[in-house]
């Protein structure tokens, strides 16, 4: 999701918290999953923009560690279980997401006691993108054809408001756009 102008859209439940969201996209529930994506690349591409830098790549992906960290929070808690709920099965690709997510936090969590120049560092990056890179693509199309099939335009549209009021929670301010 590119950068775009906001408006405040009031909540169903209540009119005085205002929820910003971007104007030019509805924020249905698969358009939210590529925008945490792309929030995740972005990171990605500051990492390999700091090579040989060993300051600038810690930074990264400190940055890389926020950013992922809401975005498993996300699918974690709104995106997979109401796939769930729509399908009324327990879907073994929803679990193999999961199960990515959790590659993916034990990677950050390796990388968190290392320092960038350590001979498995970027190596270890490199292997993080990879992971995120096939989730992300997976993800995408899981949510695309279950959402498509089991889920109407106003409950995509509901769970993409849902995620975005997580994301401010989790990064403790509302979201002015990406």
């Known amino acids: 999701m590119s950068q ?4 405040a859209i009031p909540r169903a439940q ?14 249905d529930a ?10 995740v690349e972005r990171q990605f591409r500051a990492y390999e923009d700091a090579e040989g830098s060993h300051v600038r790549q810690r930074r990264a992906v400190a940055a890389i560690a926020r950013v992922l960290a809401t975005h498993v929070t996300v699918e974690d808690e709104l995106v997979y279980p109401a796939l769930r709920a729509q399908t009324g099965r327990h879907d073994g690709e929803v679990e193999r997401q999961l199960q990515q997510d959790h590659v993916l936090d034990l990677l950050l969590v390796e990388l968190g006691g290392m320092v960038p120049s350590e001979r498995s560092y970027d190596a270890k990056v490199q292997v993080l993108m990879q992971v995120f890179r096939q989730h992300a693509r997976e993800a ?31 990064e403790g301010r509302p979201r002015r756009g990406w």
Do not use: F, W
């Not at 775009?4 to 408006?7: G, L, N």
């Not at 910003?20 to 509805?26: E, F, G, I, K, S």
């Open 14 to 27: 209540r009119a005085d918290i205002p929820t910003l969201v971007p104007v030019d996209t509805a924020p």
């Open 140 to 170: 995408e199309a899981l949510v695309r054809n279950v959402s498509s099939g089991y889920l109407e335009p106003a409950e995509r549209k509901q769970l993409g408001l849902r995620m975005l009021g997580r994301i401010g929670q989790l």
């Open 30 to 39: 698969g358009q939210m999953l590529v925008a945490l994506h792309e929030r």
């Open 4 to 7: 775009a102008t906001v408006t």
